[in-house]
Nanobody, 125 residues
Framework: QVQLVESGGGLVQAGGSLRLSCAAS????????MGWFRQAPGKERDFVAA?????????LYADSVKGRFTISRDSAKGTLFLQMNSLEPEDTAVYFC?????????????????WGQGTQVTVSS
């Protein structure tokens, strides 16, 4: 099993920044790609960003966050990050860290068997 714990959420004004972290533990040798998803009240849990485990990591972003969010990871420490800049009220959601065992980057929730408990991000206008 793999355990994921997010941190770094909070309340920020529009235009501000936050950095989310996700600490992985357990059988992390089984994990390949990692990603972030978010869920706003009354909505589906949507893909935000994903990253491969390699030194020259490949990344994938949702169109809504391209150019504003940056995903990164420290594989040696088992930590995933999401730097969020130019935040907008529409970014308000619970943000979830997720880990996959697939070889290809994927935006599909079902391809991520491991999930954290989520961290709340609230952006005020």
């Amino acid at each position: 099993q793999v355990q994921l714990v997010e941190s770094g959420g909070g309340l920020v004004q529009a235009g501000g920044s936050l950095r989310l972290s996700c600490a992985a533990s357990g059988s992390t040798f089984t994990v390949t790609n990692m990603g972030w998803f978010r869920q706003a009240p009354g909505k589906e849990r949507d893909f935000v960003a994903a990253i491969t485990p390699h030194i020259a990591s490949r990344t994938l972003y949702a169109d809504s966050v391209k150019g504003r969010f940056t995903i990164s990871r420290d594989s040696a420490k088992g930590t995933l990050f999401l730097q969020m800049n130019s935040l907008e009220p529409e970014d308000t959601a619970v943000y979830f860290c997720a880990a996959s065992r697939t070889m290809a980057l994927t935006t599909t929730r079902d391809n991520y068997p491991y999930w954290g408990q989520g961290t709340q991000v609230t952006v005020s206008s």
